[in-house]
């Protein structure tokens, strides 16, 4: 689900494009938001296609050529962190982020768009695991630590009431 937090311009790392009741490529699922900009496929087109520059194509009976319907667009981030999540894969523009840079996929600074391939994740899970469990044990160490302190404060404080 879209979350509802009015109107506005929305950007997301997700790349899964659905075409709506209305013919208009959508984000996420047929209900999702319209791309910006909007980007219309005929009802009778087939053979829908991305290219690595971004440009929506299909082929429209009657028509021996490929019919270009529409241009993705990229944008990017100084601070990307600086976005914020809104949920539903979608991110606003923040103070903290900067202004958006947009541009056209395969141009200089922005990446190529890839059909049928999904975004591998950024994560070493073994990697985290190590890390969660370095810091379960530092945690463990600074409370056993924090607990010997206490321990001797109150033999301290024991000793001086004789």
């Known amino acids: 689900n879209t979350p509802d937090i009015g109107n506005g ?6 790349g899964n494009f659905f075409v709506n009741s209305e013919g208009q490529v959508v984000l996420g699922n047929a209900e999702g938001p319209l791309l ?74 922005f990446g190529k768009t890839l059909e049928k391939f999904l975004e591998s994740s950024n994560v070493d899970p073994v990697k985290e695991l190590v890390t969660l469990i370095k810091t379960q044990r530092a945690f463990e160490l600074n409370s056993q630590t924090i607990q010997t302190a206490d321990e001797t404060l109150q033999v301290i404080s024991n000793l001086r009431r004789f």
Do not use: H, K, M
Request: net charge negative; no cysteine; proline share 9%.
């Open 9 to 14: 311009i929305w950007y997301t790392r997700a």
């Open 36 to 109: 910006e900009p909007a980007i219309t496929v005929p009802d009778n087109a087939t053979d829908l296609g991305i290219s690595a520059d971004g440009r929506v194509s299909g082929r429209v009976p009657g028509q021996t050529d490929r019919q270009e319907f529409g241009q993705l667009e990229l944008s990017r981030f100084i601070n990307p962190a600086g976005l914020e999540v809104i949920g539903g894969n979608l991110l606003l523009e923040t103070d903290a982020s900067g202004p958006p840079i947009t541009g056209t996929p395969d141009t200089e600074g």
